[in-house]
């Protein structure tokens, strides 16, 4: 049983929006620091996105600041990532990661969800 599940991904059209998805399988990530990391054909996974338990500390890459908004629903336990104004190089496969820190991913992964940004 994979313990988080990703949704959301699919084709989209440069400066287009996806909303990504994370739900908890059998658990409550609640108290669990967030993350949204991708991973791009022949690169490393990166951090993309990171939101502590009270949802009040945010952390993105550079590379997506100002454009993606991570955020968390606590009653619903729901992590989600808002892409907007979304580019070529945005084309990855995108893990929810629960357990890290700001910075570093936690032991908990899911499957992945594939995001392709092309025209």
Known sequence: QVPLVESGG?????GGS???SCAPSGFSFSWLYMSWYRQAPGKERELVASISTTGDITNYSDSVKGRFTISRDGVQNMLYLQMNSLKPEDTAV??????????????????????????
């Open 10 to 14: 699919g084709l989209v059209q440069p």
């Open 18 to 20: 996806l909303r990504l």
């Open 94 to 119: 995108y893990f929810c990661n629960a357990g890290g820190t700001g910075s570093d991913p936690g032991q908990t992964w899911g499957r992945g969800t594939q995001v392709t940004v092309s025209s």
